[in-house]
């Protein structure tokens, strides 16, 4: 009998777009695409969902609002005919809604990626009557960085999982550039100015390195947070010599125009003071065999496979971003790092052996995998 799956949008929030070909879209799509599943992504209504093209076979359900009240009465009319119900966090939103589900369907299964830094963990009240009910309803807890997983497992009662964000390339799939025809470019995909991505720490770090690796250039592709335009006029101002080395994109919604901005670089970086496992931008980027140069978040030595195709830096030291840029760029191994970037995160990040795997620990193994 064909599963089915629904997945709720995370806290009080309808799905954002680009959620629907992150994780918490990949991971739905990839059990109706291979196994079948009538999958239902559910919550408010939050705009235009130019991506849910990509997700052919996913059905977006939407309720009257985001409340956690909205949501239960969603579960309780539908729990019996669902086989998995599939939640974002570990927060208060979704307990009752989890609740819910076990009471009106005992023996259905739960699956709750944490996407979860040490920091936000560390911050959990995991002796909380609620919270440790709700976590002993779910049937697989994940995080998204081994680190953090070994430390759960150590911390906490519960089994957690390993389950990365991973890479798809949704019938678009293109081998690298040649390392001889890439350009000297470092890159970097994200939201730009956040304090969660700390993008002011590559651009001092651009600007201390520039001088030694002439030729290079910086290139942010991304959304502007409004307050982090003023730092950057300032910047410029304040680095006139390097001011044309240092390209903001703006935000590329085009996955072949995006496909081609890892494509063209050698370099990709990531500042961040957190994040949750290895973001996907890192799982994209080493795909089309991008070097790495980020700072130490959580998953760091996973970004660079314990930095065989990478380095690392401390979190808030632009002085040590700046040498792993210098370091790289004027590198003779680089083009190895690239090619063993490439083959890394093809073996280690792609999404469909991640999904199937996922499946095995819910279902008990893949023999549901689609044949068509």
């Given amino acids: 009998m064909r599963k089915r799956v629904v997945a709720l949008a995370p806290y009080e929030s309808p799905w954002r777009n680009v959620e629907l070909i992150k994780d918490c879209g990949l991971i739905p799509y990839l059990l109706c695409k291979n196994y079948n599943c009538d999958v239902r992504m559910v919550g408010a209504k939050g705009g235009d969902y130019s991506y849910q093209s990509l997700i052919s076979g996913v059905e977006l359900e939407f309720l009257a609002d985001g409340s956690v009240e909205s949501k239960v009465d969603y579960i309780r009319k539908h729990a019996a005919e669902t086989d998995l119900l599939v939640l974002r966090g570990c927060h208060a939103t979704n307990f009752e809604p989890a609740y819910a589900y076990r009471k009106e369907n005992p023996t259905g299964k739960i699956y709750v990626g944490l996407d979860a830094n040490s920091f936000w963990m560390d911050g959990m009240d995991w002796e909380n009557a609620y919270f440790r009910k709700f976590m002993d309803c779910c049937d697989v807890i994940a995080a998204s960085g081994k680190s953090l997983q070994d430390y759960l497992n150590d911390k906490w009662p519960w089994k957690i999982s390993y389950v990365p964000n991973?890479?798809?390339?949704?019938?678009?799939?293109?081998?690298?550039?040649?390392?001889?025809?890439?350009?000297?470019?470092?890159?970097?995909?994200?939201?730009?100015?956040?304090?969660?991505?700390?993008?002011?720490?590559?651009?001092?770090?651009?600007?201390?390195?520039?001088?030694?690796?002439?030729?290079?250039?910086?290139?942010?592709?991304?959304?502007?947070?409004?307050?982090?335009?003023?730092?950057?006029?300032?910047?410029?101002?304040?680095?006139?010599?390097?001011?044309?080395?240092?390209?903001?994109?703006?935000?590329?919604?085009?996955?072949?125009?995006?496909?081609?901005?890892?494509?063209?670089?050698?370099?990709?970086?990531?500042?961040?003071?957190?994040?949750?496992?290895?973001?996907n931008v890192v799982a994209e980027a080493l795909n089309a065999g991008c070097v790495m140069a980020v700072t130490r978040f959580d998953a760091c030595l996973e970004a660079t496979d314990d930095e065989r195709c990478g380095g690392t830096a401390d979190i808030d030291d632009a002085q040590g971003l700046a040498q792993v840029y210098e370091e790289l760029a004027l590198s003779d191994g680089l083009k190895d790092m690239s090619e063993h970037a490439h083959r890394y995160g093809r073996t280690h990040f792609d999404m469909e052996n991640i999904v199937d795997k996922l499946y095995e620990r819910l279902f008990g193994g893949c023999d549901g995998r689609d044949s068509v």
């Fill in 166 to 279: 991973g890479y798809y390339a949704f019938g678009r799939e293109r081998s690298p550039l040649p390392f001889e025809e890439r350009e000297d470019v470092i890159l970097t995909v994200g939201r730009l100015g956040t304090q969660q991505k700390a993008t002011h720490i590559m651009l001092e770090a651009f600007a201390l390195a520039a001088e030694r690796i002439p030729g290079w250039r910086l290139r942010l592709v991304g959304s502007v947070e409004p307050q982090f335009q003023e730092y950057i006029e300032a910047y410029r101002r304040r680095n006139p010599v390097i001011s044309d080395r240092v390209e903001f994109a703006g935000p590329i919604e085009d996955r072949e125009r995006l496909l081609e901005e890892y494509r063209r670089a050698k370099i990709f970086t990531l500042s961040s003071e957190i994040e949750g496992g290895t973001p």
